[in-house]
């Protein structure tokens, strides 16, 4: 939380700490232009949110608790910071194309706001709501999962989800674009083996099913600006 963040920075300050560090944190509108300026002279060189779409029914869907208006305010109060923003997009069962382009397109057009945005795809984790729910969101286990030990990335099948060809294509399209704005993609806090990487094990940005294939390793699309 926003109010989290500040103590944090105060206490850093007070105890004239010369560090610079970066946490995951949830978009709220708690981070005015005053919180980003003291971050930055804390220290905060980096702040990764979990943005995940930017239609109202998709974060309804997630429970994420925000509104689209909120990436707004929080993308202003940011600029002239100095902090570098990113912002996590996920693609999910349930989830119009239009949405996920709706999302790609608002990332890959702010290049002067959004330091990167990693580019996911659903995966289904043991004891998750999505999990307890599964049928209510359309998604349907494999055989075989419920003797599966990787509790983390749970094989399933889903009756609405953009197809997994699909998604590698408009995310590198998004991606492409995003490249295209002039500043040079360097690596920076992550792990970046080119714009598009097959991670193995990673748990957080593929999934295992029928698309790509039970096993297989899932895709990340992953970009940073300098």
Request: charged share 30%; aromatic share 8%.
């Amino acid at each position: 939380p926003a109010g989290e963040m500040e103590g944090i920075a105060r206490e850093i300050l007070e105890r004239k700490l010369r560090i610079q560090w970066l946490s995951l944190v949830r978009i709220e509108r708690g981070f005015d232009r005053a919180l980003f300026r003291l971050l930055s002279d804390s220290g905060c060189v980096e702040l990764q949110f979990g943005l995940e779409s930017v239609s109202a029914g998709d974060l309804g869907k997630v429970r994420k608790g925000i509104s689209p208006d909120d990436v707004d305010v929080l993308l202003d109060a940011s600029e002239g910071s100095g902090i570098r923003v990113n912002l996590f997009v996920m693609n999910f069962p349930g989830q119009d194309r239009s949405d996920f382009e709706k999302t790609l397109e608002f990332c890959s057009s702010n290049p002067s706001r959004i330091n990167n945005f990693p580019i996911q795809r659903f995966v289904l984790s043991r004891g998750s709501p999505a999990f307890d729910e599964g049928e209510e969101i359309g998604i349907r286990l494999l055989p075989g999962a419920d003797r599966d030990l990787d509790v983390f990335n749970v094989p399933y099948d889903a009756r609405e989800e953009v197809e997994f060809g699909e998604f590698v294509r408009m995310a590198t399209n998004a991606t492409m674009k995003f490249r295209s704005a002039g500043t040079d993609v360097q690596q920076s806090f992550w792990d970046v083996q080119g714009v598009v990487s097959r991670l193995a094990g990673n748990g957080i940005a593929g999934r295992r099913g029928p698309e790509p294939g039970h096993g297989e390793l899932p895709l990340k699309v992953l970009l940073v600006r300098a």
